[in-house]
């Protein structure tokens, strides 16, 4: 559900209403600008790819063209690229907004774009941090309201003082709603300055269908090894953790490990720094790197469980929701969101972050067991389909959306 927290206290919450139904009807509702900065699919645009659903006939601005462009496309949306295409992954969430200094020509034209844009619809609705911090400027320019939908976690291990300071000024000037997919990302944008008034907690949410075959029959056709098999699918970078699990895996002699994922924003150092990690364990035979893949489900269904390892707090966590919904067992480290999806250790297993030993336990544990496990999977699995469904998701922001632009 859909909830605001007040501002006399971030445990007292508020529930709004769920939306009656979603929009339907050109005429009846208002259209949307959804912005974002990459064209790169990872989780925040995968987020954006299902929340569009409802909103045919919107219009989506990105500043560069991609895999997103064409899902959108796909979505009913109509897509305006920038006409000076610029990439913003140089600018590091970490770094100083001085860093920004060299790009402010095109991020003036960009914000320019923006603003034309948002003329012709009713609300713009900012998917990144990067295109809420020139959405918001656009928006205020020709007077609509804006909407951002943080996906990130504000606090010191992901984003320097300076940029924490100036989006929190920024959205508490300009954003009519600040969307956090958590209660975990709420209170980091409250401890930053953020008003608590304009927070609302919409979970992700996605949907997977299992492939009713057995693990066995899953590996032989994804030419997985067989025997005791651990999945990890993230991003490829450094905050993930993939290289705690590489030092777990190294105190448990015959278990291998698939990595699912890429680096994808200038983290391309750290992906060849966990190879390197792996041969140095004497790893490399245990240790398959899959890369970016488009079968995750398959992929997940075929492992014995799923470790989700991030040395820093995660604002949501898809992976655990897929796992959860793909009927494997998970084991997370205990930071950020975690323990909000798996509710406590009633659906999966907990450890610290930063302690491989911790994680080599944990999974020794569960392998060594596993039908000790399976009640509390198939709890999981319920839990997902009950709160992170994609509709929910759809449902909840349409609320939003609709009440942004007063037409509730």
């Known amino acids: 559900m859909t909830e605001v927290l007040p501002d006399e206290a971030l445990s007292e919450r508020e529930p ?84 920004a ?26 998917n990144s941090q990067k295109a809420f911090l020139l959405s918001a400027l656009a928006a205020r320019a020709v007077g609509r309201p804006l909407i951002w939908h943080l996906h990130d976690i504000l606090d010191s291990a992901h984003f320097g003082r300076a940029q924490r300071i100036l989006q929190v000024r920024l959205a508490n000037l300009s954003a009519a709603r600040v969307i956090v997919p958590s209660e975990a990302a709420a209170r980091a944008f409250v401890s930053a300055g953020g008003r608590r008034s304009l927070v609302r907690v919409v979970p992700n949410g996605l949907d997977l269908e299992r492939d009713p075959r057995p693990a066995a029959s899953l590996r032989a056709e994804l030419g997985l090894p067989a025997g005791p098999l651990v999945g990890v699918f993230s991003r490829i970078a450094p905050w993930k953790g993939q290289d705690v699990l590489i030092d777990a895996l190294a105190t448990l002699p015959g278990l291998r490990c698939i990595v699912v994922g890429a680096p994808l924003f200038g983290e391309d150092s750290y992906a060849a720094h966990l190879r390197d990690l792996a041969a140095a364990r004497g790893l490399s035979d245990r240790i398959l790197f899959l890369g970016q893949r488009d079968d995750v489900p398959r992929l997940m269904q075929a492992v014995d469980v799923v470790v989700h390892p991030s040395v820093d707090p995660e604002p949501f966590g898809r992976t655990l929701v897929e796992a959860m919904l793909a009927g494997v067992p998970v084991i997370a480290t205990d930071t950020g969101a975690s323990a909000e999806i798996l509710d406590g250790e009633a659906t999966g297993t907990l450890v610290p972050p930063r302690r491989p030993d911790r994680l080599a336990a944990a999974l020794s544990e569960l392998l060594g ?40």
Do not use: K
């Open 16 to 99: 709004i209403g769920r939306a009656r139904s979603a929009p339907s009807g050109r005429a009846a509702r208002p259209r949307v600008l959804f912005v974002s900065h990459t064209g790169t699919m990872s989780g925040a645009e995968l987020v954006l790819r299902d929340a569009v659903q409802p909103w045919t006939g919107s219009t989506a601005f990105l500043f560069e063209d991609g895999t997103l462009a064409e899902a959108l496309r796909g979505q009913g949306l109509e897509i305006r690229l920038a006409h000076r295409r610029t990439a913003l992954t140089a600018l590091r969430r970490d770094a100083s907004p001085l860093s």
């Open 101 to 126: 200094l060299p790009l402010l020509g095109r991020l003036g034209a960009l914000m320019v774009e923006i603003a034309r844009a948002a003329r012709r619809c009713d609300v713009v609705y900012a």
């Open 369 to 408: 067991n596993p039908d000790a496990y399976a009640a509390r999977t198939d709890r999981a699995r319920a839990r997902a389909l009950s709160r992170y469904g994609a509709s929910r998701m759809q449902h909840d922001l349409a609320d939003l959306i609709l009440e942004a632009v007063g037409r509730t």
